[in-house]
């Protein structure tokens, strides 16, 4: 299931959304919100701990690429 994330900016006094995909932007959306969340857990909140990062398992390098 693809993860839909939204970004708003304000033109002339009014919140308005920005209608470009992260793909568009030439973001990729798992190591580009792990590297900015990574640098500055504070985006998550303060009420949150991050304790670690995703790790490949041997599994994952050998099983091939899921089609979607």
Same mark, same amino acid.
């Given at each position: 299931m693809a993860t839909e994330i939204r970004a =708003?900016?304000?033109? !002339?006094?009014?919140?308005?959304?920005?209608?470009?995909?992260?793909?568009?932007?030439g973001r990729r959306e798992t190591e580009?919100?792990?590297? =900015?969340?990574?640098? !500055?857990?504070?985006?998550?909140?303060?009420?949150i701990l991050v304790i670690g990062e995703q790790e490949v398992s041997n599994a994952a390098r050998s099983s091939p690429p899921i089609a979607g």
């Open positions: =708003w900016q304000i033109v !002339n006094g009014n919140l308005e959304p920005i209608e470009m995909s992260m793909a568009e932007a580009d919100l792990e590297q =900015w969340i990574k640098n !500055n857990p504070a985006i998550l909140g303060q009420d």
